[in-house]
Nanobody, 115 residues
Framework: QVQLVESGGGLVQAGGSLRVSCAAS????????MGWYRQAPGKQRDMVAT???????NYADSVKGRFTISRDNVKNTVYLQMNSLKPEDTAVYYC?????????WGQGTQVTVSS
């Protein structure tokens, strides 16, 4: 069982920056993949960025060059640094982790970007 707790969401103006964090209840060395997904009202949940245990990253085209995913193996935490935020980045951001064949999700944190 893996518990994921997100923090750091909030309200920011367009062009601003925000960092969200996801703390895992297990050593993240055990998690083959961690990442962030987001879901805007009335839309499906989409991948934003992922990072593997080897450090390989993957980003949605819409956030490339603006968002950076990273991990702290000591704190068992994954971060998403979001720069040059746009109103269309407004969504609930969910932390994701994969352990073996199972997927785990956090409760989500709201990010709102005002124009």
């Amino acid at each position: 069982q893996v518990q994921l707790v997100e923090s750091g969401g909030g309200l920011v103006q367009a062009g601003g920056s925000l960092r969200v964090s996801c703390a895992a209840s297990v050593s993240i060395f055990r998690l083959s993949t961690m990442g962030w997904y987001r879901q805007a009202p009335g839309k499906q949940r989409d991948m934003v960025a992922t990072i593997t245990s080897a450090g390989t990253t993957n980003y949605a085209d819409s956030v490339k060059g603006r968002f950076t995913i990273s991990r702290d193996n000591v704190k068992n935490t994954v971060y998403l640094q979001m720069n040059s935020l746009k109103p269309e980045d407004t969504a609930v951001y969910y932390c994701y982790a994969k352990l073996g064949w199972r997927d785990y999700w956090g409760q989500g944190t709201q990010v709102t970007v005002s124009s």
